[in-house]
């Protein structure tokens, strides 16, 4: 039984990939940096819950330190601050959180995976490969993990670690609640979208489960687009 944790595992994107590993029979660890959030999350066989702020070394540290394996971390915490993030402040606590969080996992769990030849499986995003004017630090800060996950998988490829990344598009999260309640945005965001229609969590949770197996061995370095063929427009 492979065991993963799951980042930002219990909302959103990072919950849609929490269940869809539990369902195949891998232990999760699902954490969050929100205990209403955890305290919200509905039980499911196979998913351990756990408070852990990425920002924090210490808390990181509590998680991982007392692991005797890991097969697979799965980093989806992230924050999104439409509008405000031309505030220094709130541009460099998006950056913290997205990208040096990403990074601070990925360095906690590098022993761990070596032993185990395991995987990592990094967010970024559509706003990896185009810009977005209401939310550049969340823009840099996906920019920065598609590049960080082609680093890493250089650097540890020698210890058996395969590193990816997933950029998914429009997905039903909370955090796109606000784009879909909006008819004139989500008409916009349906007009460039081939597949006509919003993801799902599942739906990215297959491809995050794909990248941690063994048929994707040989599989590294790489960032896998789930949009409905929006960054093909």
Excluded at 213 to 229: L, Q, R, W
Aim: with cysteine; charged share 20%; proline share 4%.
């Amino acid at each position: 039984m492979k065991k993963v944790i799951v980042t930002g595992g219990t909302g959103g994107i990072g919950a849609g990939v929490a269940h869809c590993l539990a369902g195949v029979g891998c232990k999760v660890i699902a954490v969050s940096a929100s205990q209403a959030e955890l305290n919200a999350f509905p039980p499911q066989e196979g998913i351990e819950l756990r408070l852990m702020d990425v920002t924090d070394q210490a808390s990181v540290d509590a998680v991982f330190g007392p692991l005797d394996r890991l097969d697979g971390l799965v980093n989806c915490a992230g924050i999104l601050r439409r509008g405000d993030e031309y505030d220094i402040d709130v541009f460099q606590r998006v950056i913290d959180v997205n990208l040096v969080g990403t990074m601070r996992c990925c360095l906690a769990a590098q022993t761990l995976l070596a032993t185990s030849k395991g995987s990592i499986v990094n967010t970024a995003s559509m706003l990896s490969t185009f810009g977005g004017p209401l939310v550049p630090a969340y823009s840099a800060s996906k920019g920065g993990v598609s590049q960080l996950t082609k680093s890493l998988a250089g650097e540890w490829a020698d210890d058996g670690i395969r590193v990816n990344a997933i950029a998914p598009g429009w997905i039903e999260t909370e955090m796109t609640q606000g784009l879909r309640d909006n008819p004139e945005r989500a008409e916009g965001i349906m007009a460039r979208t081939p597949m006509k229609r919003w993801g799902k969590t599942s739906e990215v949770g297959a491809l995050v489960r794909w990248l941690l197996s063994e048929e994707a061995s040989f599989v590294t370095g790489s960032v896998y687009p789930v949009d409905g063929g929006y960054l093909a427009m």
